[in-house]
């Protein structure tokens, strides 16, 4: 891997057809083109990453991030990342994204500059004025501090001064926590977005074979989606209808081996359960389509042809948003992971243990999935309800 990256400003055309190829294997192709100018200096890096042996979705997320870091560089500093970074550029990093809103009002130099603001909102890489979530800006030093150790270098992520700013500024900009959906897709939402794509047409079966399988799979996230294919798909012999009668009517069961996810290794040997109309639907999809191997879920052009190629993570999230606004509910309180919230709720909803809850939706965390399951007590158990 070349270390000896010079900075130079985007413009080159043979370059920019190298970022482009580079970005080919790490980004979906509508994110491509935004980033190839910002990343023309990275492509070494980039070949470097499509190289390792770690996830797509964490492919992704990392050029993304060295997108924005780039962005941010050249509107606060007028100049590309340096690498390494000083502590200092680190510290304004910091202070750029974690600030107090009170002390804003009353001193308009403090957080993010307006012009900076304004350069980042201009590429569409910024959408809100307040501070960010500190979360994000973890994720997005963090992905600094990777990206500097493959360029061989070490960097100064772990300076002290730089982790005292990061616990003050997190406490200055306090700020809650949202959810990645504001609603969940429960049971009977997921009935409405059913019905809303109830026709015959391609697109129609399409968009019910996804929603059903994401949801009754384990709430699976939109890059599994994305990502599923054929070959992942292993028939298994129908089970009982009714579990407490082996001797009663047989529905069909398919296993879906899930291969590298955020909490599993491509080497294991995870997997998780369709059972009954989840299958149906699944299976008249793959034989309308006349897909046999590759990608499940592809796109669909507007004259209603299926393309080879797979839907992308973003694609899966507006399919969701549209069939929510046909649905007649709010697209803007929903995403697509909300079907991984609402699989979790809904279990909750019906007594379901929590393990085997788990077990399907492949959560790592108890903490996490038990928030799901705390949410449905206090609103369906009686300690809200002493006076009604």
């Known amino acids: 891997m070349a270390t000896d990256l010079v900075a130079r400003p985007p413009g080159n055309g043979v370059r920019r057809a190298e970022a482009l190829d580079a970005l080919d294997s790490v980004l979906p192709f509508d994110r491509r083109d935004f980033l190839s100018d910002l990343l023309t200096d990275d492509v070494a890096t980039l070949r470097h990453l499509a190289k390792e042996d770690i996830g797509a979705n964490s492919l992704r ?95 100064n992520f772990s300076a002290p001064g730089l982790q005292s700013a990061i616990k003050l500024a997190v406490r200055a900009s306090a700020r809650p926590r949202g959810r990645k959906s504001k609603k969940a897709v429960t049971a009977d939402i997921l009935a409405a977005l059913l019905k809303a794509c109830a026709g015959d047409r391609l697109v129609d079966m399409r968009d019910r074979a996804l929603l059903i399988t994401a949801f009754a799979s384990g709430g699976r996230r939109r890059s599994e989606v994305s990502d599923l294919r054929v070959e992942q798909l292993i028939e298994e012999e129908p089970v009982p209808a009714n579990p407490k009668d082996s001797e009663g009517q047989k529905i069909p069961c398919l296993k879906i081996r899930l291969g590298r996810t955020k909490a599993t290794q491509a080497d294991g040997d995870a997997f998780v359960l369709l059972v009954g109309r989840p299958v149906t639907v699944l299976r008249a999809w793959l034989e309308r389509a006349g897909v046999t191997e590759g990608a499940v879920f592809r796109g669909i052009d507007r004259w209603g042809n299926l393309e080879a190629r797979a839907l992308t993570p973003q694609a899966v999230n507006l399919i969701l948003k549209r069939r929510i606004a046909e649905a007649g509910f709010d697209p803007q309180a929903f995403s697509a992971h909300g079907l991984r919230s609402g699989y979790l709720t809904e279990t909750a909803r019906r007594g379901i243990p929590l393990p085997e809850a788990m077990q399907q939706s492949q959560h790592r965390s108890v903490q996490q999935a038990s928030n799901y399951y705390n949410d449905a007590e206090c609103t369906l158990g009686r300690a809200a309800r002493i006076i009604v």
């Open 61 to 155: 997320a990392l050029a993304s991030d060295l997108g924005y870091l780039e962005a941010w560089s050249f509107a606060a500093t007028g100049s590309p990342l340096p690498w390494p970074a000083p502590e200092a550029l680190l510290i304004k990093f910091i202070a750029h994204h974690l600030w107090d809103s009170s002390r804003r009002e009353a001193d308009p130099a403090h957080g993010m500059p307006e012009e900076v603001t304004a350069a980042l909102k201009a590429q569409g890489l910024l959408r809100s004025d307040g501070p960010h979530a500190a979360a994000t800006v973890r994720r997005r030093l963090s992905s600094w501090s990777t990206l500097t150790k493959w360029r061989g270098l070490r960097g």
